[in-house]
């Protein structure tokens, strides 16, 4: 059974998808066995104790910059023997050190369809903002692993989801999110588990050979 770090700093919808598909049985393969948080306030914190899964905070403010923040990070995800470390709505960039020790071992879920809308700044309501100053009839949610170019790691998995005339970035960043992001995360990290992943030349690739009916 594969060790499921799931890294955290706001709202944790997405760890809750996790969470209701662990309970549903669907994260084959895998346990989330640990929840870290980069700040003592994160709503997922409080997720994560009502289903009895310990929690951990690494708070980046105290920390002067990120190599010192991930330096840290490393400790606790050593600590916890993770196997698996999922960004869930997690706001900080790791360096390159961490990304290194756990290559084809980190997984982000992001709020579009890399590579739009993807980069340095591009996280939260921002993405769902800059798509609807740009116009875009489509947008969806990337699930990837994370290398050291932001949000330019090998891509898992995708879904498109539709903009609407009247959309605001909050009503839009929720359709995302029901639409696409529940549902790729956690299938994503179920692929993984079950070890069904692999990545060549930058690409990731899903054997669709154990699929059940
Ligand atoms: C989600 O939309 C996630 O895709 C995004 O932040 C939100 C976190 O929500 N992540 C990024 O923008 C990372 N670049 P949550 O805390 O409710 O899961």
Redesign the pocket.
């Known amino acids: 059974m594969k060790k499921i770090v799931v890294l955290?700093?706001?709202?944790?919808?997405?760890?809750?998808?996790l969470i209701d598909a662990q309970e549903r049985g669907e994260l084959r393969g895998g346990k989330i066995t640990c929840v870290i948080s980069s700040r003592a306030d994160?709503y997922?914190l409080k997720r994560a104790k009502v289903h009895d899964i310990p929690t951990r905070v690494v708070p980046r403010k105290q920390y002067p910059d990120n190599a010192s923040y991930s330096k840290a990070l490393h400790e606790a995800l050593f600590e916890e023997y993770a196997d698996l470390v999922v960004?869930?709505?997690?706001?900080t960039i790791l360096d390159k050190r961490i990304i290194q020790a756990y290559k084809n071992r980190i997984i982000?879920?992001?709020?579009s369809l890399i590579p739009s809308f993807?980069g340095d700044g591009?996280?939260?309501l921002?993405?769902h903002e800059k798509a609807l100053e740009r116009g875009v009839k489509l947008t969806g949610?990337t699930v990837h692993f994370v290398t050291e170019v932001c949000?330019g790691g090998p891509i898992i998995l995708q879904k498109a989801v539709e903009v609407r005339n009247d959309d605001t970035p909050e009503i839009l960043?929720k359709r995302?999110?029901e639409e696409a992001?529940w549902e790729l995360l956690p299938e994503a990290v179920s692929l993984f588990c079950e070890d069904r992943l692999t990545v060549h030349d930058g690409r990731a690739y899903i054997d669709h050979k154990e699929v059940s009916k």
Request: hydrophobic letters at 45%; proline letters at 3%.
């Open positions: 955290v700093s706001g709202g944790g919808t997405n760890l809750q998808a994160a997922a960004l869930a709505g997690f706001m982000n879920v992001h709020p993807c591009f996280y939260g921002h993405v949610a949000d960043q995302v999110m992001e």
